[in-house]
């Protein structure tokens, strides 16, 4: 008897604090952001009215928000599979690539890998004001200086409609590839080496070692990094608001979910239809997040 | 592949190493070329920052490449005197340090009971802080800032954990990297092998003290990743802080360096700007640098384990 | 990970049914009810104190920190002030990001008194006239001039201060600055060159054609990163055309005002300087670029405002001489004479309704139009303010100078328009219309229908208040 007792104090005192807290400054915002949804209210006065489901209605015909969940679906999918992609690639170069020394990775791999990571240490804000210098349109730019230097005519890697969202995700993989480069080298470095050295012996080349080892063991490496990587993709605020021309421009080519919430929240303020917009962006984000717990089966995985 | 003796494993290596030096000769250098590339590609625009926050305004306005005719180290001292990047960075030390020792210490607590002791209503609990991690921050600012305002309202506390407080700050960020924080540590807890802590309550340890003297040590590796989570999150958090704080004095490093590229569009110091951004990246690299063993190795232990 | 729990659908019903405990919870998340502000009443009224101002109650002040700075506020409005009420504090304050700081503020009912509510991120005048939250201006309008107790402050003002700054009906925000749009070129070039102002349209096209073989520099440039710059000289010489009631019809959101000829026919001749004229890269360059282009004589002209000079003091040479045009004929046949110019009150400064010493705001502005606190203004920021006669035997700079010119020149010529505060929506929308009408990427046809089609939704937008001039 005194030992459940002691074990609900335990229980009770571990999360009074923490949930106290939550409650206090997540929950409660949440749920008032939740019944502003339901409102008109402009974010001046005291006393929203309260106008039902308008605000959802109305975000049917929302045409540039749509815009804006075709580009996050885009990132959604484009985002992980670039970084993956490049990420697996020098993963697989600097912890088995290595033509000389047996199963191991280049020479100044420990180099490469330190390096790769840089980017990520960056807060997002400062990426995002460095790249708009890189992408700056004339001979100044550092990207098109030396093109212009060449005789080229210069890319308008921000003003171009067709061309900015690119641009965008550009930033994102740049940023994000090195954190995953580090996780899939751990990855790979938990695979026992004599997997490879048999298929070396079998007489596979980099690129089989690659399909036939290297990838189908860390498939579960690879999931986690897609879920990490959608999150950022449906998240994506920063970078988009501070570099891009007219904040998701030009001519709405780079807005995102998070930008047109902000947009009519503190351009418009339009908090009450924002809100539903936050509100519509929250499901999206359950889905997906619901959607990937399912398909990815992370209960499976054994270490 | 275990009934392979290590003499044909020795062997075989060497066979393999030999047939591969012949045959990849021109692809180790693709290889060696591509790292390279990327190589270059990270740490150019970052070098090229550096470059511009010694150049003049003409010069950053001239040829990208150009070198500066001489070095403009008076820009950092605009970046530090009048645009107060020091202290900034400062607040934004002291905050983080607090907020992370606090988000790992009250997130660990939560994500082990949630995972190690099934009550009524745990799974809920849990989801509740799970669920978190789909709310848009944005959505929340402004009733956050109701929260905060009327919190300074507390009796005795309430000046230390009001609006312009790092305090206050410091609980807020706690309380929005539970979501994260609880969810992995809460997976990491569960795959923690039970019999020691089940021994040492034979024994007759209390709970607390085999969650502080024996499950702690034991999770160390996801402790750390989180941790480095939590301090890159923390460190780079720019809207929070926009609302909460609205003192200069008070500010942190991100809102400092924001308020200098607006300032760009209006008073024009290029100049500070790239000094500024070149003082916010070098302590970080610096820093990632001197600790990039622990912080890779803890990065992957948790994030794989 | 062994089992990491799915989310199930029981899982989230049980969440659910702690909505009610976090009901309660969401109290917290509410606006404090503030005590209504403890406003001792007002002291009594005079004619040196017409607002009733308590001697030793704080105000608080709020300016938008842009192009102007804020020293201005510090160094020659408060010293003035307290000048007279050496008792109240002031609580002097500056941001760039008015909305963010202050926004939660109205909302929780402790406005500060006094906002400089510019720039990109100033707070939304027609929710805050919406809820209230504007203090009525009108007893300022009405008051003696801080100089002359028997001229009243309305007499001292730019007329289209009083108009501009009316929401509903009451007269609530005060443009503190006059801004003149035109053409902005060097003097010394154009003097150099042998380049002479164009009158029309022809003799601007002609012009560009010019200056482009000479090789020396580009024609034309404008912040491409900020369309706006742009639309202002297309709208303006639409007026030109067509008289002042096409900006008229576009505030008023009548049926057909953007598709109608004039906005249509100045479309086509801006979209030609797009397509042949413009600096290389200046879609992607914002103000201070194209500005500091200009300074370095790499481009001949740029459409601003009468704050440029102030704006590009630190770059710009010594003999550079700004000068500014107004908009050139059209055709000989417009509406709207040479010299028309536009001219709108700018750097608004509202008193908050709501907050605990609105009295000592309105002082604060009536000390802020006196006419030496309007003058040393002048002189410290470069620019024209909105008080006559304030620029008066100061040393004008060769922009300020070429600005004030022109608009004695334009008399009672001076157009306006306000949707661009009235609807932020089809503001963003006309910034990405125009932007690619510059680059190519809409013809003049589709864009005056684009825009057509965005004002046209928000007129039929019961959600979005409407206004009318």
């Known amino acids: ?303 | 592949m275990t009934t392979m003796t290590s003499w044909t494993i020795a062997n075989s290596r060497k066979l393999a190493r030999q047939e591969r030096r012949r045959r990849m000769g021109p692809l180790a250098l693709l290889t060696h070329l591509a790292l390279l590339l990327w190589t270059v590609l990270t740490v150019v625009p970052i070098l090229w920052t550096f470059l511009a926050s010694v150049k003049s305004e003409d010069e950053i306005f001239g040829a990208a490449w150009s070198l500066p005719a001489t070095l403009r180290w008076d820009n950092f001292a605009r970046a530090w005197d009048q645009v107060h990047i020091g202290q900034y960075f400062l607040n934004s030390v002291i905050v983080v340090a607090f907020s992370v020792t606090g988000t790992m210490l009250l997130g660990a607590m939560a994500a082990y009971v949630l995972a190690r002791y099934p009550f009524r209503g745990n799974r809920a609990v849990y989801l509740l802080f799970v669920s978190g991690l789909a709310f848009p921050v944005y959505l929340a600012l402004t009733p956050l800032f109701f929260v905060v305002q009327n919190m300074g309202n507390v009796p005795l506390i309430g000046p230390f954990i009001g609006l312009n407080t790092h305090a206050g700050l410091v609980l807020v960020y706690i309380a929005y990297s539970m979501p994260f924080t609880v969810f992995f540590l809460a997976a990491f807890f569960r795959t923690l092998p039970t019999a020691v802590g089940e021994a040492a309550m034979v024994d007759g340890a209390s709970h607390t003290r085999v969650f502080f003297q024996i499950m702690l040590p034991m999770a160390r590796p996801g402790l750390v990743s989180i941790t480095i989570f939590n301090v890159l999150g923390q460190w780079n958090q720019y809207q929070l802080p926009l609302v909460l704080l609205q003192e200069r004095d008070k500010w942190v490093l991100t809102q400092g360096i924001a308020d200098i590229s607006t300032a760009a569009g209006y008073d024009a110091d290029w100049a500070a700007l790239f000094a500024a951004l070149t003082l916010a990246i070098l302590p970080m690299l610096i820093v990632y640098t001197v600790f990039q063993r622990q912080i890779q190795s803890g990065l992957t232990m948790g994030a794989l384990k | 990970m062994s089992n990491t729990p799915h989310i199930t659908r029981r899982g989230l019903l049980r969440a659910a049914a702690l909505a009610p405990v976090a009901g309660a919870l969401a109290a917290c998340a509410t606006p404090a009810q503030q005590a209504p502000a403890a406003s001792a009443a007002p002291a009594a009224t005079s004619a040196s104190n017409p607002f009733g101002v308590v001697a030793n109650k704080p105000l608080e002040i709020w300016i938008f920190d842009g192009g102007f700075g804020n020293a201005y506020a510090t160094d020659i409005h408060q010293p003035l002030f307290k000048t007279k009420y050496p008792q109240v504090e002031i609580k002097h304050n500056s941001t760039k990001e008015i909305t963010k700081v202050l926004q939660p503020r109205f909302a929780g009912g402790n406005p500060p008194e006094v906002i400089d509510n510019s720039g990109a991120n100033a707070m939304d005048m027609g929710a805050l006239a919406q809820d209230g939250q504007l203090q009525d201006l009108t007893p300022l309008l009405d008051a003696p001039s801080w100089d002359d107790p028997n001229t009243k402050v309305r007499d001292i003002l730019d007329p289209a201060v009083a108009e501009f700054g009316t929401y509903d009906g009451k007269f609530s925000v005060l443009g503190y600055v006059n801004y003149i749009h035109g053409i902005w070129y060097s003097q010394k070039v154009f003097r150099d060159n042998g380049w002479a102002v164009p009158k029309t349209w022809d003799e601007f096209l002609a012009l560009c054609e010019t200056i482009k073989k000479s090789g020396k520099m580009a024609p034309f440039t404008y912040a491409g990163k900020h369309p706006q710059y742009l639309y202002e000289p297309l709208l303006t010489m639409a007026a030109k055309i067509g008289g002042n009631e096409v900006l008229v019809n576009i505030d008023n959101l009548e049926d057909g005002a953007w598709s109608a000829e004039p906005v249509k026919q100045a479309a086509e001749a801006w979209a030609e300087v797009g397509a042949k004229y413009l600096m290389q890269g200046t879609t992607g360059l914002d103000h201070v670029q194209t500005q500091t282009a200009q300074n370095k004589y790499q481009v001949a002209m740029l459409p601003s405002g009468s704050w440029l000079e102030n704006e590009q003091k630190d770059t710009t040479p010594d003999d550079f001489e700004y000068g500014m045009f107004a908009i050139p004929d059209f055709t000989a046949s417009d509406k709207m004479p040479y010299g028309t110019l536009h001219t709108q009150p700018g750097e608004s400064f509202i008193v908050s309704a709501k907050s605990a010493n609105p009295q000592a705001g309105m002082e604060y502005l009536r000390a802020m139009l006196s006419k030496k606190a309007a003058g040393d203004f002048s002189e410290l920021v470069r620019t024209v303010s909105v008080v006559k006669g304030a620029g008066e035997g100061r040393d004008l700079t060769p922009g300020a100078k070429s600005a004030t010119e022109a608009l004695t020149a334009a008399g009672a010529n001076t157009v306006y328009y306000r949707w661009r505060t009235w609807y932020a929506q089809l503001h963003d929308e006309a910034v990405a219309a125009t932007g690619q009408l510059m680059s190519g990427g809409v013809t003049p046809a589709k864009y005056v229908e684009r825009l057509q089609k965005k004002a046209d939704e928000i007129k039929n937008d019961s959600a979005i208040k409407k206004y009318t001039r």
């Open chain 1, 1 to 303: 008897m005194f030992n459940t007792y002691r074990r609900g104090l335990f229980i009770t005192a571990f999360l009074a604090a923490p949930v106290t807290l939550y409650l206090v400054y997540v929950i409660s915002p949440y749920i008032q952001a939740f019944y502003i949804a339901t409102t008109d209210w402009r974010g001046v006065s005291a006393t929203p009215n309260f106008i039902g489901l308008d605000n959802f209605v109305r975000l049917f015909s929302d045409g540039i928000f749509w815009k804006a969940v075709t580009h996050n679906a885009a990132l959604l999918v484009l985002l992980p599979l670039f970084t993956i992609v490049i990420a697996l690639f020098f993963a697989f170069l600097l912890n088995v690539g290595s033509g000389g020394r047996g199963v191991a990775g280049v020479p100044g791999s420990k180099v490469y890998r330190v390096v790769f990571f840089f980017p990520q240490v960056l807060a997002v804000t400062v990426v995002a004001v460095l790249f708009q210098q890189v992408f700056r349109p004339d001979d100044s730019g550092m990207l098109n200086g030396p093109l212009m230097a060449l005789g080229l005519s210069p890319i308008s890697f921000l003003s171009d409609p067709g061309i900015a969202f690119w641009s965008v995700l550009g930033v994102m993989v740049w940023q994000a590839v090195g954190f995953y480069v580090v996780l899939f080298s751990a990855g790979l470095a938990s695979i026992p080496r004599d997997m490879f050295e048999a298929a070396a012996i079998d007489g596979a080349g980099r690129v089989s070692l690659f399909f036939r080892i290297t990838l189908p063991l860390l498939w579960d490496t690879v999931q986690v990094a897609w879920v990490y990587l959608g999150i950022l993709a449906l998240d994506v605020f920063a970078i988009v608001w501070v570099m891009t021309d007219q904040q998701g421009g030009p001519d709405y080519s780079t807005t995102v979910m998070a930008t047109e919430i902000y947009r009519n929240a503190f351009e418009y303020f339009r908090f009450g239809y924002a809100s539903a917009l936050g509100v519509v962006m929250f499901f999206f984000t359950i889905g997906f997040a619901i959607l990937s717990l399912r398909l990815s089966r992370r209960e499976r995985i054994e270490y």
